[in-house]
């Protein structure tokens, strides 16, 4: 799978997690390059609590693109730390 974005490649792996229809990248699949810190949260009543990234590719930002679960609740932690994306990122074979 690969996610892009702004025509650049931000992560690509085999060993992607599907859950509810996003893809879930590794985290050392992902190029963090074009990560950026966001403070925004939100919550999931099973998965827990999301923490987002900005990607910023060529001066252009998409805000809170990126997410993942640093402290997922048990019956998500296969996606501990996994990254998904969204807002325009196009994640496909």
Not at 77 to 86: E, H, P
């Amino acid at each position: 799978m690969q996610a892009r974005w702004n025509n650049q490649v931000i992560a690509e792996s085999d060993d992607t997690i599907e859950v509810e229809g996003n893809h879930y990248f590794p985290p050392e699949a992902v190029n963090r390059a074009y990560l950026k810190a966001s403070e925004h949260t939100s919550v999931c009543p099973w998965k827990g609590t999301a923490h987002y990234h900005d990607l910023i590719v060529d001066g252009e930002v998409n805000p809170e693109a990126a997410w993942f679960y640093p402290e997922p609740r048990q019956a998500a932690d296969k996606i501990r730390n996994y990254i998904a994306f969204w807002k325009g990122v196009e994640v496909s074979r």
